[in-house]
């Protein structure tokens, strides 16, 4: 099984499973305040891939489904780009 520290939740901004946990337990916050308190889901891809992990981690550290009252301020990129653009590979 993979260690909580290796285990990287959202990759634009490098944050890992156990300092979302961490911060959640520590501070018992909303989704909106973990992404803030974390940067998670604040990189290139606006929270495309790890905005309901995210969400998971709130459930699992609070017991409490996120409410949404305060939306996460999901912004798509102005256009998608692969990976491989990104990093330069793509000639």
């Known amino acids: 099984m ?3 520290h290796q285990l ?3 990759r634009c901004e ?3 499973l156990a300092e979302l946990l961490e911060t959640a337990e520590a501070y018992q916050c909303s ?3 973990l992404k803030l ?8 891809c606006g ?3 790890c905005r309901m992990l995210v969400d998971q981690v709130i459930e699992q550290a609070t017991g409490h489904s996120p409410s949404h009252t305060i939306p996460l301020g999901y912004q ?3 256009r998608p780009i692969s990976f491989q ?3 330069g590979r793509n000639r």
């Open 85 to 87: 653009t990104l990093g």
């Open 37 to 44: 308190r974390t940067r998670a889901g604040m990189g290139c």
């Open 47 to 49: 929270g495309r891939t």
């Open 31 to 33: 989704a909106r305040e």
């Open 2 to 4: 993979m260690d909580a």
């Open 8 to 10: 990287i939740v959202c």
């Open 14 to 16: 490098e944050v890992s």
């Open 76 to 78: 798509p990129p102005v």
